[in-house]
Every structure is written in structure tokens, then in C-alpha cells.
T-cell receptor, first 113, second 113 residues
Framework: DAMVIQNPRYQVTQFGKPVTLSCSQT?????MYWYQQKSSQAPKLLFH???????NEADTPDNFQSRRPNTSFCFLDIRSPGLGDAAMYLC????????????FGQGTRLTVV | GNSVTQMEGPVTLSEEAFLTINCTYT??????LFWYVQYPGEGLQLLLK?????DKGSNKGFEATYRKETTSFHLEKGSVQVSDSAVYFC????????????FGRGTSLIVHP
């Protein structure tokens, strides 16, 4: 059974139209991450939550926001998508401590038209 | 800062050939090291990990040894299959409060029958 679920798998949005991607987990992990992955590149960390504490990477554009209403759910909001925001968006979770692995969802492929 | 460097791909092999994908890292502190695999259109899956120097991670015929003296974690497999065709990511996890994964850019493996 999938433990980290991302919806939708594919999202098409218009230039400048706000879009929300969702992630849910059944692992009860404290840490949730959002990554952006462009073709043939490494996943780039946008931000992460440690419980309710939000941690933004210094180079994440203001256009990207996130919400975590409870342990199980986390949302990525792109306020005004540009063509350069087209990418695969990956959600991941991990336990709070120890040399633990990150569990990834299947990703959401975002297309901006 | 922390970083991971992987050999550039694609790596193209015939079935049953020996595989090596090089990975080196720089990190402050004592990271845990991971290999993830990504099949087309999918999220990342953990392949193997090692949490301290000289540990060997292994899974599905793949192996990698954590070499602190050379700061390396090279991925090997004795006999590849067509089904191993995917992108392989080397990653390190190090504590910044919570554990933050840093990924290499990935190495594409193509295995021909």
C-alpha cells in the first residue's frame, strides 16, 4: 500500500493561475519535504516541515508556499505559475531523528501552458 | 556546504555486464549515505543505505560501501538486467535539526538485451 500519496499525478495549469498540489502520508512521520525536480536534474529542496515548524530554503522563490494543516497532509501552493515552474514535484517524509531514510510519493508532473 | 557528485550518464550496458556508478560527497559532520532509484514517471525509491564508515549497503544485487577515507559511496552490481534501466541518485542525509537529504544530479542507466 502506498504510504506517501500525491495528488494529482499530472496537473496542467495556465500561466499565472494559482495551483495547489497535495501530499498525504500514512506513516505518521514528523518531517515532510517538498522537492522540485526538472528534467535530468537532482531534486531540489524547496522547504520542509518539522512537525508544524516550517523551514524555507533560502533560494526558494516567494511564489512557492506551503501549508501543513495536520501530520498527515501537506500542500504546495504556487501562487502565479510561470513556464519555468513546469517540473516534477516530489513530496517525501521521514522520521524525526536518527539516520533514517526519506519515503517519496510518486510525484506530480506540473505543466504550465 | 554539503554536496554530492555523481558520474555523468547515460551509462549504457549490455545485459549481464558489470555496473559501477561513482558517487563522492562533501559534508560537515557524519552523514548517512543512500542510493535511490527512479523509474520513468515515478518517484524515488530507496535502493540501499549505509549509516557509518565501512558499512556496506546491499539490495537486489546492488552494493555500495561507505568509504570515509575517499568520501565515496560507489554503486555496483555484478550482472545488470534490462529491468535495472532507471535513473540512480546518490544522496546524503545530515542533521540540520531534522535530517535533510541532499541529492546528486542522478545517473541514467540504460541496459540493452
Amino acid at each position: 500500500d502506498a504510504m506517501v500519496i500525491q495528488n494529482p499525478r499530472y496537473q496542467v495549469t495556465q500561466f499565472g493561475k494559482p495551483v495547489t498540489l497535495s501530499c498525504s502520508q500514512t506513516l505518521n512521520h514528523n518531517v515532510m519535504y517538498w522537492y522540485q525536480q526538472k528534467s535530468s536534474q537532482a531534486p531540489k529542496l524547496l522547504f520542509h516541515y518539522y512537525d508544524k515548524d516550517f523551514n524555507n530554503e533560502a533560494d526558494t522563490p516567494d511564489n512557492f508556499q506551503s501549508r501543513r494543516p495536520n501530520t498527515s497532509f501537506c500542500f504546495l501552493d504556487i501562487r502565479s505559475p510561470g513556464l519555468g515552474d513546469a517540473a516534477m514535484y516530489l513530496c517525501a517524509t521521514s522520521r524525526e531523528a536518527g539516520n533514517t531514510e526519506a519515503f517519496f510519493g510518486q510525484g506530480t508532473r506540473l505543466t504550465v501552458v | 556546504g554539503n554536496s554530492v557528485t555523481q558520474m555523468e550518464g547515460p551509462v549504457t550496458l549490455s545485459e549481464e555486464a558489470f555496473l559501477t556508478i561513482n558517487c563522492t560527497y562533501t559534508a560537515t559532520g557524519y552523514p548517512s549515505l543512500f542510493w535511490y532509484v527512479q523509474y520513468p514517471g515515478e518517484g524515488l525509491q530507496l535502493l540501499l543505505k549505509a549509516t557509518k564508515a565501512d558499512d556496506k549497503g546491499s539490495n537486489k544485487g546492488f552494493e555500495a560501501t561507505y568509504r570515509k577515507e575517499t568520501t565515496s559511496f560507489h554503486l555496483e552490481k555484478g550482472s545488470v538486467q534490462v529491468s535495472d534501466s532507471a535513473v540512480y541518485f546518490c544522496a546524503l542525509f545530515i542533521s540540520r535539526g531534522s535530517y535533510i537529504p541532499t541529492f546528486g544530479r542522478g545517473t541514467s542507466l540504460i541496459v540493452h538485451p
